[in-house]
């Protein structure tokens, strides 16, 4: 990819985000619009805003990265990432739009009448937050690094300063136009090249690879191992090794590697012939490229659960995300709110069509990424492998600006749920003034983690992100929307023992602290149980402290399910009179 190209398109996403954001900063002056655009977001606008920032580097790169490491069985995460606003439509927009919140504490306050819970969902906000964060910063690294060679702290540091700056000076009201104006960006970027890869496909000579089929090189192929790996080889295979495998250095040496498992020494050099098979590459503790792998392990006949556990957590968790809750505050009503998800799915739906393509296009003409572990890499270097020339270099510099996009309006989501709290809980003061310091706090947490925690995987924190969301947020929004007997107690006790659960497992599971067999999958796959857990601990403790139901909850289950229209025209005629 021609350098030049790449960084022209990143800094033109770069200066339309600012000077979109100076946009949003001329009309934003109250409180309410910093926080909640003044509750005046019509459907389409914040159908699209809630895109923007919900696609994030895991949908931009790694959908289409886990595709070409294992197929098809990874269309699962598309598919809920999607369905789970079809849940939050039909249990949530409406109620959390109505219930007059600025933030999921603010709901958790208003439902129980308990400063505690507000202060424990308050936790479990910024835990949620950071961890989303941390991944947006390390792929903006990690993609900068590609495209330009530069540190993989400068492209951490540019989203952080950029979305820093956006979202202090003009809050909600100025990041609502950006991330309107990214989904779209991310949108054409996908799509255009997209067209020009499948023409070049259909005009390919050489045989079709089925979807589903083992990935093979198409040509002598030579890989650089940068990290020290174990792969798997399904039959012998024959190939020239300069390096070191199993313990034996080789130099430029004809080498069969027998069926089985074999580990490549950092820095080998492999040079593949035409046809030869891509090796798997076996994930292991330190393995960088583990997250990838089903977690189960997928030799105990525990497939079928991790799967399970995939689908709980996409579909439940996305209910829970900060920056997708706060999104339906800023609709003017219950009404608009239900508009606003149907909208979304629409335009989520067509999004996640386009990365399982690069991620199958990536199987035929980029299958060395499986091996070298930079399968994020595929939507980036598809362009240059198929089309090549002129052409080539300014479709990989559109998919650089579209990647970069997906970065700056995630963090600037998340950032700003993450001030929000903060401002409210932490600084002395709720103003805009306090909004505005709570905001570089709130992005230098992450960015520190980033800078210090390198090997963490994108797909690690986001999956964690959504397994506390689910097990934690995600009973509390049910149980506190339709159900009058939840009580204070049984809330904390919900949120304490289903996402400090969640939370535990897999954090022991990536430590590597897990026993094997079915302990290591239930802890590495925790959403089948740690939900349940959630919801069972807050009905079974409210069913306890009959006493502690907080008395106004009549009045607040009303005002969260009436239409407003019902709810405005008492007020109205008392003013008439």
């Not at 040509?219 to 080889?233: A, C, F, L, Q, S």
Request: charged fraction near 10%; charge should be positive; proline fraction near 7%.
């Amino acid at each position: 990819m021609n350098q030049t190209y790449a960084v022209a398109a990143v800094t033109a996403v770069v200066a339309a985000t600012v000077l979109i954001g100076a946009l949003g900063l001329r009309i934003s002056r109250t409180t309410s619009d910093f926080y909640v655009a003044s509750r005046t977001v019509g459907p389409g606008l914040n159908a699209a805003a809630i895109s923007g920032e919900y696609l994030s580097a895991a949908s931009f790169l790694g959908v289409a990265g886990l595709v070409l490491l294992q197929g098809p069985d990874m269309l699962w995460y598309p598919v809920g990432y999607t369905a789970g606003y079809l849940v939050l439509l039909v249990l949530v927009a409406a109620p959390l739009r109505r219930s007059g919140a600025y933030t999921l504490s603010d709901f958790a306050e208003a439902r129980l009448q308990s400063p505690r819970a507000r202060r424990l969902a308050s936790l479990f906000v910024v835990g949620v937050g950071w961890l989303y964060l941390l991944p947006q910063l390390q792929g903006a690294g990690l993609t900068l690094e590609i495209l330009t060679g530069a540190p993989e702290w400068v492209g951490g540091l540019v989203v952080a300063v950029v979305v820093t700056g956006a979202v202090a000076a003009g809050g909600m009201r100025s990041i609502t136009f950006v991330q309107a104006f990214q989904y779209w960006l991310k949108l054409t970027a996908l799509l255009v090249p997209a067209l020009f890869l499948l023409t070049a496909w259909a005009r390919d000579d050489a045989p079709r690879a089925r979807f589903d089929a083992p990935a093979v090189f198409r040509e002598h192929t030579v890989v650089r191992v940068d990290d020290t790996v174990r792969v798997d080889v399904g039959a012998p295979l024959t190939l020239t090794v300069s390096g070191r495998v199993d313990s034996t250095e080789y130099r430029g040496t004809v080498v069969t590697l027998t069926q089985g498992s074999h580990r490549v020494q950092a820095g080998t050099t492999l040079a593949f012939p035409a046809g030869a098979r891509v090796p798997e590459r076996a994930a292991t503790g330190g393995d960088p490229l583990g997250w990838s792998q089903p977690l189960a392990g997928g030799h105990d006949g525990a497939q079928l659960y991790a799967t399970y556990g995939l689908i709980l957590a996409t579909f439940l968790g996305t209910m829970g995300l900060p920056h997708v809750a706060v999104r339906f505050y800023t609709s003017p009503d219950g009404r608009a709110a239900r508009h606003t998800t149907l909208v979304v799915l629409a335009l989520v739906g067509a999004f996640y069509l386009l990365p399982p393509l690069y991620g199958a296009l990536g199987r035929i003409y980029a299958p060395e990424l499986a091996l070298t572990g930079a399968a994020d890499a595929a939507v980036l270097v598809l362009p240059d492998r198929l089309v090549g020339g002129l052409a080539g270099d300014l479709l990989g510099a559109l998919l650089a600006g579209g990647a970069f996009a997906a970065f700056l309006s995630t963090a600037s989501g998340l950032t700003m749920s993450v001030a929000g709290v903060l401002t409210q809980d932490v600084l002395p003061s709720r103003g805009v003034r306090h909004f505005r310091l709570a905001t570089p706090l709130a992005m230098a947490v992450p960015l520190g983690a980033s800078l210090v925690a390198t090997e963490v995987p994108v797909a690690d924190a986001v999956g964690l992100a959504f397994a506390v969301s689910a097990s934690s947020f995600c009973p509390l929004l049910v149980l506190g929307i339709w159900w009058r007997r939840l009580t204070p107690p049984g809330a904390v006790a919900g949120l304490l023992t289903g996402g400090g659960a969640a939370l535990t497992a897999v954090m022991a599971t990536r430590a590597g602290l897990a026993p094997g067999g079915w302990p290591h999958t239930l802890m590495a796959w925790p959403a089948v149980w740690s939900v349940p857990l959630g919801f069972l601990t807050m009905v079974a403790v409210s069913l306890a402290t009959p006493g502690r139901v907080p008395p106004g909850t009549p009045a607040i289950l009303a005002r969260l399910h009436l239409p407003e229209s019902l709810l405005d025209r008492p007020r109205a005629e008392r003013a008439r009179r």
